[in-house]
């Protein structure tokens, strides 16, 4: 299966504990976002990669987000001092940079809940 | 503020018959329109989109309006199955791409036997 693979699917942890999702996007996909879904709501947007450079930043990712893309391959999302409020389903997605009708491929997210 | 809106959470219609699902947007700056198709426990799946110079996008059984002037466009399904029983998400960008997306809060279709 070449599609976007997230890990882990489900995350529970206590509230203050750091926690830390992995996406591996499409092999030949050069740009990479992350998405937050709360339950009733469409995904938002919180930051996306062109390779390894991180180009866009949503205000919704607070100072105890942060999201790195190393080698311009996978990625990970850490949230440091969970709040209660992070629980949420957390997206990733990747797209190939001017393909053909450029859009998004979404994994199956990771599914955070914090007690 | 909610730039894409879904104003029907819910939408049951009979199998065979056309579902529409409709979406507004207020942000005049959104050229590139998509909807995506979400089963439960998987992620958002691409299913048709319409550029801004376009008013009718048709793939099969699936068909997309764009009204600019409105700031809405709907989606038009017929037939309708039961496999189509999912939540569906309305999403705009503003680079004529598919990416860097907003989402409206998506309709949930179910579609009977």
């Known amino acids: 299966d070449t599609g976007v693979s997230q890990d882990p699917r489900h995350k529970i942890t206590k509230r203050g504990q750091n926690v830390t999702f992995r996406c591996d996007p499409i092999s030949e996909h050069n740009r990479l976002y992350w998405y937050r879904q709360t339950l009733g709501q469409g995904p938002e947007f919180l930051t996306y990669?062109?390779?390894?450079?991180?180009?866009?930043k949503s205000r919704l990712l607070s100072d105890r987000f942060s999201a790195e893309r190393p080698k311009g391959s996978f990625s990970t999302l850490e949230i440091q001092r969970t709040e209660q409020g992070d629980s949420a389903m957390y997206l990733c997605?990747?797209?190939?940079?001017?393909?053909?009708?450029?859009?998004?491929?979404f994994g199956s997210g990771t599914q955070l809940s914090v007690l | 503020d909610q730039q894409v809106k879904q104003n029907s959470p819910s939408l049951s219609v009979q199998e065979g018959r056309i579902s529409i699902l409709n979406c507004d947007y207020t942000?005049?700056?959104?050229?590139?329109f998509l909807w995506y198709k979400k089963y439960p426990a998987e992620g958002p799946t691409f299913l048709i989109s319409i550029s801004s110079i376009k008013d009718k996008n048709e793939d099969g059984r699936f068909t997309v309006f764009l009204n600019k002037s409105a700031k809405h466009l709907s989606l038009h399904i017929v037939p309708s199955q039961p496999g189509d029983s999912a939540v569906y998400f309305c999403a705009a960008s503003k680079n004529n791409a598919g990416n860097m997306l907003t989402f409206g809060g998506g309709t949930r279709l179910m579609v009977k036997p």
């Open positions: 997605a990747s797209s190939l940079l001017g393909g053909p009708n450029e859009k998004l491929f």
């Open positions: 990669f062109q390779n390894e450079a991180q180009l866009e």
């Open positions: 942000n005049s700056m959104f050229d590139y």
